[in-house]
């Protein structure tokens, strides 16, 4: 059975750099595990942000990125605001299912 | 960019079943897929299933197999309906359900969610 990791809880500076990354037991995270990255604020419904790795929805920020790195997915937010406090989640397709990491809860302070 | 309207909030007694709904609008092209995803209170998500109406198809997560049914109703101009069923509830069952459009391996827009509480 696929676990994806993340990490449970980050902090970022408003303006500053944070990388959010994503990992499975059974290996490397590649292209072909067509990353998923989403935003969830408290009682609202997730919004997509990345989808396969590196790309962007058009209403995704344009300080949002994805990429893979060191066998792992990764969500970079350059230039971190106030409102991109919330949980984060990447999903990975393995073995003909979709699995959803546990969260990352980020805080902007 | 498509929009997803579910059906309103449930509440079940174990054992019974429960039928909700995802509305589509607002695509330029007939060919995408719908996710089912839950959320248990304070919890992560759960993915159960894929359906794409389009090409025939449908995948359960093998947790859900035998208890759990998507459909579609292409019928309607401009717009797709698309369900869960899910029989036999027990407590843990209770959770908020998400409809995602998701097309060629991307996840796109998402319903509101649907509450579903199961309670004796």
């Known amino acids: 059975q696929t676990v994806v990791t993340q990490e449970p809880s980050l902090t970022v500076s408003p303006g500053g750099t944070v990388t959010l990354t994503c990992a499975s037991n059974?290996?490397?995270?590649?292209?072909?595990?067509?990353p998923n990255w989403f935003q969830q604020n408290p009682g609202q419904a997730p919004r997509a942000l990345i989808y396969?790795?590196?790309n962007k929805h058009s209403w995704t920020p344009a300080r949002f990125s994805g990429s893979l790195f060191g066998g792992k997915a990764a969500l970079t937010l350059s230039g971190a605001q106030s409102e991109d406090e919330a949980e984060y989640y990447c999903l990975l397709y393995s073995g003909d299912s979709w699995v959803f990491g546990g969260g990352t809860k980020l805080t902007v302070l | 960019q498509v929009q997803l309207v579910q059906s309103g909030t449930e509440v079940k007694r174990p054992g019974a079943s429960v039928k909700v709904s995802c509305k589509a609008s607002g695509y330029t092209f007939t060919s995408f897929g719908i996710s089912w995803v839950r959320q248990a209170p304070g919890q992560g998500f759960e993915w159960m299933g894929h359906i794409n109406p389009y090409k025939s198809y449908t995948d359960y997560a093998q947790k859900f197999q035998g208890r759990l049914t998507m459909t579609a109703d292409t019928s309607t101009t401009a717009t797709t309906t698309f369900y869960i069923e899910l029989t036999t509830l027990r407590s843990d069952d209770t959770a908020v359900y998400y409809c995602?459009?998701?097309?060629?391996?991307?996840?796109?827009?998402w319903g509101q969610g649907t509450l579903v509480t199961v309670s004796s």
């Open positions: 995602a459009r998701d097309y060629d391996f991307a996840w796109g827009s």
């Open positions: 396969r790795a590196t």
């Open positions: 059974t290996g490397a995270v590649t292209s072909s595990s067509c």
